[in-house]
T-cell receptor, first 111, second 114 residues
Framework: KAGVTQTPRYLIKTRGQQVTLSCSPISGHRSVSWYQQTPGQGLQFLFEYFSETQRNKGNFPGRFSGRQFSNSRSEMNVSTLELGDSALYLC??????????FGPGTRLTVT | AQSVTQLDSHVSVSEGTPVLLRCNYSSSYSPSLFWYVQHPNKGLQLLLKYTSAATLVKGINGFEAEFKKSETSFHLTKPSAHMSDAAEYFCVVSVPSGNTPLVFGKGTRLSVIA
C-alpha cells in the first residue's frame, strides 16, 4: 500500500499571501490529522477530519482551516501568512486504531 | 488531560552501546502510548505502541519499551546503537478511545558516535 503523500514538499511564500497544502491518506483510511512542527513549539495538533467532518481542532487562529473530500483526501489552508507560520506541516492518517501514519511533510517558508 | 515529558532533549551514545530514552506521561485514563522516530527531513515513523496488552512492547529495528504504571513511565531502549539510529524520537500519549488528538513530547535527539 502506498503511504501518506503530501504535496508540495517545499513551498516559499510571502507574508500576507495564502497557501493550500494537500494530503492523500493511505487507501482506506478515513481519518486525516494535521500537525505543525517548529523548533520552538514542537509538534502541535491543528485539526482532524473524519468522513469529511472536522472532529477535533487544536488551538490555532482562524487563519488555519481545512477540509476533507469524499475520497478522504484533505487540504489545509493558511490565509494571511505570517513569518511565524514557517514550519513543517505534517499530515497523518489512520484507520480505526490509535496509531497514525505520517506523510513526509510540507516545508513552508514565509519570507 | 494527557501530557508527556521527555526527560532528555539530547542523548549521545557510542555505536554498539545501549540506548535509553526516557518518557513520563500523565493521563486521566489508561493511556495508549507510542514512540515515533523522525529522521532529518522526513516524516514520523511509528516505532512501537502500547495499548493495554503486554507491558513490554517490542518495536521495529530492535527497539522496545516497557510500560510502568506505578512510575508513569514508558522508556525506550535498544541494546546496541547503530549509526542509523541517529534521529529525533517522540513519545506520544493518547486516550484509549482513539478519537482525541495525539499529544507529543518535545522530542529527544539521539546522536550516535562512531
Amino acid at each position: 500500500k502506498a503511504g501518506v503523500t503530501q504535496t508540495p514538499r517545499y513551498l516559499i511564500k510571502t507574508r500576507g499571501q495564502q497557501v493550500t497544502l494537500s494530503c492523500s491518506p493511505i487507501s482506506g483510511h478515513r481519518s486525516v490529522s494535521w500537525y505543525q512542527q517548529t523548533p520552538g513549539q514542537g509538534l502541535q495538533f491543528l485539526f482532524e477530519y473524519f468522513s469529511e467532518t472536522q472532529r477535533n481542532k487544536g488551538n490555532f487562529p482562524g487563519r488555519f482551516s481545512g477540509r476533507q473530500f469524499s475520497n478522504s483526501r484533505s487540504e489545509m489552508n493558511v490565509s494571511t501568512l505570517e513569518l511565524g507560520d514557517s514550519a513543517l506541516y505534517l499530515c497523518a492518517s489512520r484507520l480505526n486504531g490509535f496509531e497514525q501514519y505520517f506523510g513526509p511533510g510540507t516545508r513552508l517558508t514565509v519570507t | 488531560a494527557q501530557s508527556v515529558t521527555q526527560l532528555d532533549s539530547h542523548v549521545s551514545v557510542s555505536e554498539g552501546t545501549p540506548v535509553l530514552l526516557r518518557c513520563n506521561y500523565s493521563s486521566s485514563y489508561s493511556p495508549s502510548l507510542f514512540w515515533y522516530v523522525q529522521h532529518p527531513n522526513k516524516g514520523l515513523q511509528l516505532l512501537l505502541k502500547y495499548t493495554s496488552a503486554a507491558t513490554l512492547v517490542k518495536g521495529i529495528n530492535g527497539f522496545e519499551a516497557e510500560f510502568k504504571k506505578s512510575e508513569t513511565s514508558f522508556h525506550l531502549t535498544k541494546p546496541s546503537a547503530h549509526m542509523s539510529d541517529a534521529a529525533e524520537y517522540f513519545c506520544v500519549v493518547s486516550v484509549p478511545s482513539g478519537n482525541t488528538p495525539l499529544v507529543f513530547g518535545k522530542g529527544t535527539r539521539l546522536s550516535v558516535i562512531a
